[in-house]
């Protein structure tokens, strides 16, 4: 299933190729020089990507260029040119004539042009499509791995709850008290225990009893060692999660190495250790890394947070996707958080084009060579040795520190993330720069203070502006995935850079609008995204936990098992044998109407054929041509006036034959007498192939002197009147048994015919020995099984729910075809209407506000079920469809409104199916067959438009009948061309 959605997600992304002159088709950007504070585009330039008139400064000014200042337009399309009309070096400010001194190669070997970025983006966004696939999921760098959290607060959220945080090098502990009133604040109380260095590079167990005890420590220290708790488990490392509480560690980072840990479920392993300290009332619920924290905690701030980008010694980001589109994942419906582990973009070699000499050497002396390149481009941890590779080589051209001794500067950690903000960040910069490298012993001029501070900057600034276009390949990603033109999206943001570093931050917000244009991204920072974090999700896991329970409660009615199915199977079994008995056929439920057609085509009939259609306003006639080479049709449509449908019988079929003569008149057979089939979709009683009593009209009709009488003679007296005697009416059948006819054309093994429709009703070949009300015993007869009233006399009482009941009771026929009333079309989209109402009163949908158009019988029609349950449907599809209904709905209540939609359809084709087997089974045992194999013909609007009708009948019947081997054939005018290939399998048994 997982398999199908990738060209589904290529194609809603329009993903660009590899490399980099695709990029360019999005943006052109260009920088000017010069004193001009702002930049301002030609008046033409317009498009979706055009940004006018703003300034955005990408990178610092340079040595022997202070008035420069830097800007980025861009427009559409991209200009191809604009690398020649605008090079890098005057990208920079740089004058392009000569070679480029030391310090200003070094500038430009840490500065990404904003064509290069956009070209990241597009390599990051194939490196996720390919960490979603299933197929080559674990060979991404990009991991995209599921988190297993469906949804972000909705305001409800309460308790008290327990957080525990594994550290760089210590434990976190807290307790966080998430208010009933939304206007109190969070409150929170924490403790950190040091982690022993033999612990971090132990054993597993070690490590998890340490953690265990830490916990015990705090809940004896805040007097709350007896209180249940739900525990959140903050593990910032690489884990294949298949639940929210279960997670298996791939491998670990940041110097811990602790053995018999990876591949092993890290919550189990808590959860063990909490036990062994007899701490049986903490319970851990959900675990989650850092990053996905800081998102839950700013969805607290007013409305929902969907991103979350951590910048501090590492790098991470996470996002709420549409499920449909993540296949390591079996849901399909609803959202889903990716932890993206994007740290490690760039490990197959896709960034090379951008790594410098610095990187190099930064990465060759890192504890893992070639590994997390993306991390070390951006993460805290790095940036401050990029620094100090930079000043090394800038020392050894003798551009920097000239008579002082660097070997300082061989020294790993020589700069510090904090020095490096102040250096930056200060009025006084280069001041700072001079403290720090003073304390390093250096001697540094102030030429050199004042290079060291544009190296921090550049440095920070690229980091940045990775990060940002990171950030933009996610918005993209989500604004096409969920289908829309714009998206507005909250993006949490934590971490010592963004919080700490202004430019940082400038850059991130600006290049991030520059290359993700049709994203509105608001950065929201966030406050101990961690602790609160982890709280939230807890919180927010034990709420869905609770609204699950309630809503499988509500729904575990609707649900059927084995064993149920069986039992309808052996109902509908019991009833048909009581319709086909002469002395309890009055009286049966399932009526079993003989309709005297007693065989299917076999293709030897030939000859033309007229067919009259009448079953509403509208009917139809037909001429059948039946040769050798196929049937070949020509039809009109006529219309029945409403003084005609409620006068008298003997105009309305006055002017049925009215119209039969002008379309034999036009189609040129006035002269010939041919055989007719009389489609009739009215109730009667039928007493031969050619003879029909009209029980009662229905649809508009109400035509005096035709209830009780027989409609084939009711119509050729009109012929006679007419004086037309080019006409032979030879049957009459209903569209069940047309649809039958019809595919049995096609295939001669089609002895069933099976409609399912706004309506529902089967037909099929059954041996006359066990046809008590008609006479003889030779042969077969199609009988119309009319199963809609099935259980009409209190036998699927016991499946007929409060929902079913309270459906019933607004019909205009109360008790009466209640199996129809299960299945059908027509009642479907009720039965869904009445769950939903009973989901808003408890609270378990739409936050229980009032829904008042929910309240109107037939407002949720039963194509809104085939609409909402469409595979690959996107959320905002979804919610779409429910805004037609007024009802204003979050992920979470479309996800639910989607269950209720497949919980009732799923039913529906299962209890048709139970009654499809019964009668399979039957033809089976009365042919003394160990194997029957047999063709339904099947027609109707639920059983062709619903998206899973089909397949779940299917399915269910081959689990009720293993026996039968059953092919499933849709019919083509079943009630037109069926009714005249009754006339004509009637005529070939007429021949002598």
């Not at 289908?483 to 850059?507: N, T």
């Not at 034990?542 to 009615?557: D, F, G, K, S």
């Not at 009917?619 to 080479?629: C, Q, T």
């Not at 009662?696 to 009709?701: D, S």
Request: contains cysteine; proline residues 4%.
């Amino acid at each position: 299933m997982a398999l199908s959605r990738l060209p589904l997600l290529r194609r809603v992304l329009h993903l660009p190729g590899q490399g980099r002159d695709q990029s360019r088709a999005s943006c052109r950007w260009r920088a000017e020089a010069g004193r001009e504070k702002r930049v301002m585009a030609p008046e033409h330039v317009s498009g979706p990507f055009a940004i006018v008139g703003r300034r955005y400064p990408l990178y610092p000014r340079l040595p022997g260029r202070d008035s420069c200042d830097h800007a980025v337009e861009t427009t559409a399309p991209w200009s191809r040119d604009a690398e020649r009309r605008f090079p890098v070096s005057h990208q920079l400010g740089y004058q392009s004539d000569g070679p480029y001194k030391p310090v200003k190669r070094a500038m430009l070997a840490l500065t990404i042009p904003l064509e290069t970025l956009q070209a990241v983006k597009g390599r990051m966004l194939q490196a996720m499509l390919k960490g979603l696939s299933h197929q080559t999921h674990e060979q991404a760098n990009v991991r995209m791995l599921p988190t297993y959290i469906r949804s972000t607060p909705d305001g409800t959220e309460k308790g008290d709850f327990l957080v525990v945080e594994l550290c760089q090098s210590h434990v976190r502990t807290l307790w966080v008290n998430l208010p009933d009133n939304g206007n109190q604040s969070i409150q929170e109380m924490y403790r950190t225990f040091n982690i022993p260095e033999d612990i971090m590079k132990g054993t597993g167990e070690a490590l998890f009893d340490f953690i265990a005890v830490c916990v015990q420590q705090f809940l004896s220290g805040i007097g709350s060692a007896q209180s249940s708790f739900s525990l959140g488990f903050i593990f910032p490392f690489r884990c294949r999660q298949t639940r929210l509480d279960k997670a298996e560690l791939i491998s670990w980072a940041k110097e811990y190495s602790c053995s018999d840990v990876e591949g092993k479920d890290v919550v189990q392993l808590l959860q063990t250790a909490i036990n062994k300290q007899e701490l049986y009332h903490v319970n851990v619920i959900a675990l989650m890394n850092d990053t996905v924290g800081t998102m839950m905690t700013c969805s607290l701030e007013g409305k929902p947070c969907e991103v979350a980008l951590v910048v501090d010694k590492g790098t991470n980001c996470c996002f709420m996707a549409e499920a449909r589109l993540v296949e390591m994942v079996e849901e399909t419906s609803g959202q889903m958080c990716i932890n993206t582990e994007w740290g490690c973009f760039g490990d197959d070699g896709i960034l090379n084009d951008i790594l410098t000499p610095y990187d190099e050497n930064v990465d060759q002396e890192s504890s893992n060579p070639g590994e997390k390149r993306f991390e070390k481009m951006v993460g805290g941890l790095y940036l401050g040795e990029i620094i100090r590779h930079v000043l090394i080589s800038l020392a050894a051209e003798k551009e920097l520190f000239i008579g002082s001794s660097v070997v300082v500067l061989r020294t790993k950690g020589a700069f510090k993330m904090q020095q490096i903000m102040e250096i930056i960040e200060s009025e006084q910069g280069t001041a700072e720069a001079k403290k720090a490298l003073e304390a390093l012993g250096l001697h540094p001029s102030k030429q050199d203070c004042y290079r060291v501070q544009q190296v921090c900057r550049v440095v920070v600034s690229r980091a940045a502006a990775l990060c940002a276009t990171g950030l933009s390949a996610i918005l993209s990603y989500m604004c096409q995935s969920r289908m829309l033109e714009q998206l507005a999206v909250s993006v949490a943001v934590d971490g010592e850079l963004y919080h700490h570093c202004s430019r940082f931050k400038e850059i991130l917000q600006n290049v991030t609008e520059l290359l993700a244009p049709e994203c509105r991204a608001t950065l929201v920072p966030s406050v101990d995204g961690n602790g609160r974090g982890a709280a939230i999700v807890t919180a927010v896991s034990l709420r869905l936990m609770a609204q699950r329970q309630e809503v499988n409660q509500l729904l575990a009615p609707l649900r059927l098992s084995h064993a149920d199915l069986e039992r309808v199977q052996a109902l509908m079994r019991q009833e048909m044998e009581l319709g086909l008995g002469q002395e309890t056929s009055a009286t049966a439920s399932v009526r079993m109407l003989p309709t005297y057609v007693r065989g299917t085509p076999n293709g030897t009939e030939q000859g033309e054929f007229l067919a009259l259609d009448l079953g509403g306003t509208n009917f139809r006639v037909l001429v059948v041509h039946v040769s050798e080479d196929g049937i070949r049709i020509a039809n009109q449509i006529y219309v029945i006036p409403a003084a005609i449908m409620q006068g008298t019988g003997e105009a309305l079929f006055d002017h049925i034959i009215e119209c039969i003569m002008d379309f034999q008149q036009k189609q040129g057979l006035m002269e010939q007498v041919l055989p007719l089939g009389f489609t009739f979709s009215f109730p009667c009683q039928q007493m031969g192939l050619d003879k029909a009593v009209l029980l009662n009209w229905t649809k508009g009709f109400s035509a005096s002197g035709c209830v009780g009488q027989d409609v084939v003679q009711l119509l050729r007296e009109a012929a006679q009147r007419k004086q037309h005697l080019g006409l032979e009416v030879v049957a009459v059948v209903n569209d069940t048994v047309g649809t039958m006819m019809s595919c049995g054309y096609d295939d001669p093994k089609c002895e069933i015919g099976l409609i399912v429709g706004t309506g529902t009703n089967a037909c099929y070949m059954e041996e006359m020995c066990n046809v008590g009300t008609v006479e003889g015993d030779q042969g077969r007869m199609c009988i119309n099984m009319e199963w809609g009233a099935f259980g009409d006399n209190g036998c699927l009482d016991d499946f007929f729910t409060h929902f079913d009941q309270l459906v019933d009771e607004k019909t205009i026929n109360v008790g009466k075809q209640r199996f129809e009333k299960l299945i059908s079309g027509m009642y479907l989209g009720e039965i869904v209407r009445q769950i939903l109402l009973a989901l808003v009163e408890k609270q378990l949908l739409f936050r229980g506000k009032p829904c008042p158009k929910l309240q109107t019988k037939d407002i949720f029609q039963t194509k809104f079920l085939s609409a909402i349950e469409t595979e690959g449907l996107a959320l905002k599809q979804l919610q779409t469809i429910l805004q037609e209904l007024e009802l204003e709905a979050s992920s979470e209540d479309s996800v639910v409104v989607q269950e209720v939609c497949q919980t009732v359809s799923l039913r529906a084709a299962q209890l048709c199916a139970a009654g499809l087997a019964a009668v399979v089974e039957k033809m089976r045992e009365s042919r003394g067959l160990s194997h029957l194999a047999v063709t339904v013909g099947v027609d109707g609007t639920l059983y062709k438009m619903h998206p899973h009708f089909s397949q779940h009948l299917q399915e269910t019947l081959r689990d009720l009948a293993p026996n039968c081997t059953v092919t499933f054939l849709l019919s083509e005018d079943g009630s037109g061309k069926g009714a005249a290939l009754v006339a004509a399998v009637a005529c070939r048994g007429a021949e002598p």
